[in-house]
């Protein structure tokens, strides 16, 4: 039996080596690693919103796929108010983000297209490009002309396809946001379409707390990720764009078909999410002021702030990066380490993630013992 484990032992000692093991670990601190950014997950409205649904007989299981049994009118009531919110003429719920990005890579580029990811982008589209038929192109982090030339070098080659662009709207490890205007242009002027990953966008930025494409949410090129499990505080993924691209991924997307359908509980409760991020704008006024707080902080340690609720604080060396987190939650600060291969080699950091379950006064405290930590390290 050792004989057949010897190679999973060798690559975690490998993984060990080089600072890269990852272990799960137990929530302890105050609460700047989650993705909880308006904090909704604990929200007394989701509760009484899933109370409510249980009251009125909706299932826990779906009991099948969509295409099966599995299709619950919540399902369906989801879909038309989010496609009504976000602005889109349709919407299609998956289970999760990963699968509906990888179906979306997957199912929507045609052999004769081209497929333009940036390079940050995340790891869900890189799953999805193992399976993409299209011809596969890397552009420059948010740089639109890199875009740009790749579509009009393929052209040149003879490519008569569509061209594919896809980005995140706002990154998850940098908290940068991507030229979306620029690249629905790009798209339009070529004919082509945009993925739009809304994933850290939803909820907190754009009109509304629409994301970052808001403003052109109902074009017939654009097609958006709209996840469920970050700041609406719940799980699951909402894809927004054209009734024809919604019904062809009910056709064509395995991960959509071949999948059980997220609970029918877990739909109506995402539906009081939407409605919550409608009626209480207060909830995003009071995460602006923490970014506001942080971007300060980080300034006064001579270090960029990225204006959004994503802080990096690059540290570089893995090791470095580890015991910072590990000092920091000593102190009583869930703050998280962060490594490659899920950043570029060489950026190891800390990953400081702020939401409504932070007090001012504790994101005060937290850029303090992170000032501390990097006047030590330099001593």
């Not at 090791?319 to 490594?339: E, H, K, S, T």
């Not at 080699?345 to 006064?361: D, F, K, P, Q």
Request: proline share 4%; hydrophobic share 45%.
């Amino acid at each position: 039996m050792t004989s057949r484990l010897t190679r999973f032992e060798t690559a975690l000692s490998g993984l060990d080596r080089k600072g890269r093991r990852r272990r799960l670990e137990a929530r302890e601190g105050v609460d700047f690693a989650s993705n909880d950014y308006l904090g909704l997950a604990a929200s007394p409205r989701l509760a009484a919103a899933a109370r409510d649904a249980i009251g009125r007989g909706v299932p826990i299981g779906a009991a099948g796929s969509r295409l099966l049994r599995g299709n619950h009118p919540e399902h369906e009531a989801l879909e038309a108010e989010a496609a009504a919110f976000f602005g889109a003429e349709r919407a299609l719920f998956f289970g999760a983000g990963f699968s509906a990005n990888v179906a979306l890579i997957q199912t929507l580029p045609e052999r004769r297209d081209l497929l333009v990811h940036d390079e940050l982008i995340h790891a869900s589209v890189h799953d999805g490009l193992r399976g993409c038929r299209a011809e596969i192109g890397c552009a420059q982090h948010n740089d639109p002309q890199t875009v740009e030339d790749a579509i009009k070098a393929w052209r040149g080659r003879g490519g008569l396809g569509a061209p594919w662009i896809a980005t995140e709207s706002l990154y998850s490890m940098d908290g940068d946001r991507a030229p979306v205007a620029d690249l629905i242009a790009i798209a339009e002027r070529h004919d082509g379409f945009l993925l739009l990953d809304e994933a850290h966008a939803t909820g907190v930025l754009g009109e509304g707390g629409r994301g970052l494409g808001a403003a052109f949410e109902g074009r017939d090129c654009l097609v958006s990720t709209h996840t469920c499990g970050k700041a609406l505080g719940v799980s699951g993924a909402l894809v927004t764009g054209p009734a024809a691209i919604m019904d062809f991924l009910v056709n064509r997307a395995r991960p959509f078909i071949y999948a059980t359908a997220p609970s029918p509980l877990i739909a109506a409760v995402v539906r009081e999410s939407l409605r919550i991020v409608a009626d209480e704008p207060e909830r995003r006024t009071r995460l602006a002021s923490l970014i506001a707080i942080a971007d300060r902080k980080l300034a006064a340690l001579g270090l960029p702030g990225s204006g959004s609720q994503i802080q990096p604080v690059i540290l570089g060396q893995n090791a470095r990066a580890v015991a910072a987190a590990r000092r920091l939650r000593a102190a009583g600060f869930d703050c998280r380490a962060i490594r490659p291969p899920t950043v570029p080699e060489g950026t190891a950091r800390l990953r400081v993630s702020l939401t409504l379950n932070v007090a001012e006064t504790t994101v005060d405290a937290l850029f303090d013992a992170i000032g501390a930590e990097l006047s030590e390290a330099a001593a």
